[in-house]
């Protein structure tokens, strides 16, 4: 027996928030950005790359000066300023529909709000909104007001899988009530634990051709064992136990 078949997903997902917290180091929960631009930065960022999701907001902004010209924006205009993303034309009238919302039920471009919302509420009302999914949402709520919830993407769904933390055929969105539930409800916890895993699936474990060698989850990794057997003592020995700033750049 090894612990990647003899441990369970509540303590392998533990052990993942230990080790990459030590392996990554500790994260400060603050606001990255503001609110507005989190939830639409975000929306832009589907299936497309930071650089590019940055290029697209700039040019939206600089284009047509503040929320009310972007609102007010013909759309070929608006696709056009936001072209580095996957799919311009169809985020452009998402983008006019959710400032479109926003205004009318709010007064103003203003998601501060959402602070005092509880939780629940705050994710039905994101989520209600076009091309606003749960993983969005939540990054909203963590990121800026810090409430107990856990941004599930692409990279940290993989991680999870392949460690064994869910099964290999939960979703995304189930994935996203499976991990929390398998953690505490501390903001601070849920934000390195995203960040951690988002950040080890875009550096270590990767889509295809993972680096196993480097990885400081082998100890219990289904993906590990089933590929090449049990970790050894000298596998593990000779496993990096932190981020080494020459191997890339960490996105905040």
């Known amino acids: 027996m090894t612990a990647a078949t003899t441990l369970t997903p509540d303590q392998k997902t533990w052990q993942n928030h230990l080790i990459l917290h030590d392996f990554y180091g500790p994260l400060p929960l603050a606001p990255r950005r503001t609110p507005m631009r989190e939830l639409i930065s975000t929306l832009l960022s589907h299936r497309t790359t930071h650089v590019a999701e940055e290029l697209a907001y700039s040019r939206m902004l600089e284009e047509f000066g503040d929320w009310e010209g972007v609102l007010a924006a013909a759309l070929p205009a608006l696709a056009h300023a936001i072209r580095t993303t996957r799919w311009p034309d169809t985020q452009a009238p998402r983008i006019q529909e959710i400032l479109r919302r926003i205004k009318a039920e709010r007064g103003e471009f203003n998601l501060d709000f959402l602070a005092d919302w509880p939780v629940e509420k705050g994710l039905q009302w994101l989520t209600d909104m076009p091309g606003i999914g749960l993983k969005t949402a939540s990054l909203v709520l963590l990121f800026n007001f810090q409430k107990p919830v856990l941004p599930v993407d692409t990279h940290v769904h993989r991680v999870a899988q392949r460690v ?89």
């Open 164 to 252: 064994g933390m869910i099964g290999p055929k939960v979703s995304v969105e189930k994935a996203h009530q499976l991990l929390l539930a398998q953690l505490p409800k501390d903001a601070v916890v849920l934000l390195n634990f995203h960040k951690h895993n988002y950040w080890h699936g875009q550096h270590i474990c990767f889509f295809t051709k993972p680096d196993c060698v480097r990885c400081p989850l082998k100890g219990f990794c289904n993906y590990y064992e089933e590929h090449y057997g049990p970790a050894t003592a000298e596998a593990l020995a000779a496993t990096p136990k932190h981020w080494d700033t020459a191997w890339g750049e960490l996105q905040h």
